[in-house]
């Protein structure tokens, strides 16, 4: 049937990913999933990650073992190494919540 449930590997708080049929709930769904990744800080696609103009480390892929330091041979590996040896990360994604006075918190 090709269903089937995994952990998220890239931050335990995301919970279980699923693979399962459309329903007519898919788009509360997914609007509920987005919040709840971007709360956690997590980017995704290339909207987010843009491609020749985003170091894996400013989008926390290197905290999400998303990014190999013992293999040899991509693109941007000597950039990404040295980065990580220097510890020098300059620019990081995180969350930041921005709400009007009184307003209640976004629900994940």
């Not at 999933?33 to 709360?39: D, E, F, G």
């Not at 909207?47 to 905290?63: G, R």
């Not at 590996?77 to 921005?98: C, K, M, N, S």
Request: aromatic share 8%; hydrophobic share 35%.
């Amino acid at each position: 049937d090709g269903f089937g449930f995994e952990a998220d590997p890239r931050w335990a708080g995301m919970g279980t990913r699923a693979v399962l049929p459309l329903t007519e709930d898919a788009s509360e769904d997914a609007d509920r999933y987005h919040v709840r990744r971007m709360l956690a800080g997590i980017a995704e696609g290339p909207e987010e990650i843009v491609t020749n103009d985003t170091l894996p480390m400013s989008v926390n892929l290197d905290l999400m073992g998303s990014v190999s330091f013992t293999k040899g041979c991509y693109m941007g590996q000597e950039l990404t190494a040295r980065t990580r040896y220097r510890g020098a990360v300059r620019r990081r994604l995180f969350p930041v919540v921005l709400r009007p006075e009184g307003s209640e918190a976004p629900q994940v």
